[in-house]
């Protein structure tokens, strides 16, 4: 077995032995429940990204142009306020522990260093409608999707490490949630009713679009993958998280307490607790899975 099984193996493992434990704790495998209280963010939540320390952040906690932090054991506050009329929309860690912010209002992307709060425009790009939600590949550079909700259609953008903005790709639809694979050989960014799939490029570059899944009803917001490439979804107006394989077919649904989910992210001791912003009810939810998310396994190691 190799190194990297072996990791990925012990890494399951540890999710197993804590669904076990929790589920014994009257917390079950894919149920789920309040993280914090209804209200205790904005209806703009969204964008949550859980730190080495397994704090889990989102935007707009209390009030818009906020970031908030709750710790593991969901106590919550405002982290920061973003300055000039930023509002923010998803977040992601780079592997130096930065915190990478789409700033929607003002077409940036925000760079925080965690250390001293401060806030820095990492990338601007005028081209953009918003920076919606945003990915990261192993090498730190950015994916961002960027939806033009009136006109019906969105674009996909990549940000290197040097702040330069490259147009990928043009869509059909409003790109909303954007995610790389595990084994970070696919791009995946969802239009409404779809969910595609680029072969992305050691480059940063995309190529070979492909159909992944198809709903025929209700909507899509952020989604997340973990460590053996499944895809969770938020399906806005459902009120649930739908697993969906890399081969594009559904494996589970999580059912919610709300009916908006705008975004997911793995955190939790083992990266196995998937945290939800719902829009509806203005708060976060969490429910444990049987795998890792890649975006922990980043963070962490």
């Known amino acids: 077995m190799s190194a990297l099984h072996l990791s990925v193996f012990l890494l399951l493992a540890g999710c197993f032995?804590?669904?076990?434990?929790?589920?014994?704790?009257?917390q079950a495998l894919f149920k789920s429940s309040l993280f914090t209280p209804v209200n205790s963010f904005t209806s703009g939540v969204e964008?949550?990204?859980?730190?080495?320390?397994?704090?889990?952040?989102?935007?707009?906690?209390?009030?818009?142009?906020?970031?908030?932090?709750?710790t593991p054991e969901g106590i919550a506050k405002v982290f920061i306020e973003l300055p000039g009329g930023s509002i923010g929309n998803g977040i992601r860690f780079d592997s130096r522990g930065n915190m990478l912010i789409a700033d929607y209002t003002n077409h940036n992307v925000l760079k925080v260093e965690m250390a001293t709060k401060m806030v820095s425009v990492f990338a601007h790009e005028p081209r953009m409608h918003q920076p919606n939600d945003i990915a990261i590949d192993n090498k730190d550079r950015i994916y961002a999707s960027d939806p033009d909700f009136k006109a019906g259609n969105g674009r996909i953008w990549r940000i290197d490490t040097n702040g330069k903005v490259t147009?990928?790709?043009?869509?059909?639809?409003?790109?909303n949630g954007i995610e790389i694979s595990a084994d970070e050989k696919t791009l995946y960014v969802n239009a409404i009713p779809k969910v595609w799939a680029y072969d992305l490029l050691p480059t940063g570059d995309v190529m070979n679009k492909h159909l992944l899944i198809e709903f025929p009803d209700f909507g899509m917001d952020g989604m997340r993958c973990d460590v053996k490439g499944n895809l969770y979804i938020a399906r806005f107006g459902k009120g649930t998280v739908v697993k969906v394989s890399p081969d594009g077919k559904?494996?589970?649904?999580?059912?919610?307490?709300?009916?908006?989910?705008?975004?997911?992210?793995?955190?939790?001791?083992?990266g196995c607790t998937v945290y939800v912003t719902l829009q509806d009810q203005g708060n976060i939810e969490s429910f444990l899975t049987d795998s890792p998310g890649r975006e922990w396994k980043m963070v962490v190691k």
């Open 47 to 70: 964008g949550p990204a859980v730190d080495k320390s397994g704090n889990v952040y989102a935007v707009n906690f209390n009030h818009q142009g906020t970031i908030g932090q709750v």
């Open 167 to 175: 147009l990928l790709d043009s869509l059909q639809g409003p790109a």
């Open 250 to 270: 559904i494996s589970q649904e999580i059912t919610l307490t709300g009916k908006r989910p705008t975004n997911v992210a793995f955190g939790g001791k083992d």
């Open 17 to 26: 032995q804590v669904a076990v434990a929790q589920k014994s704790a009257s």
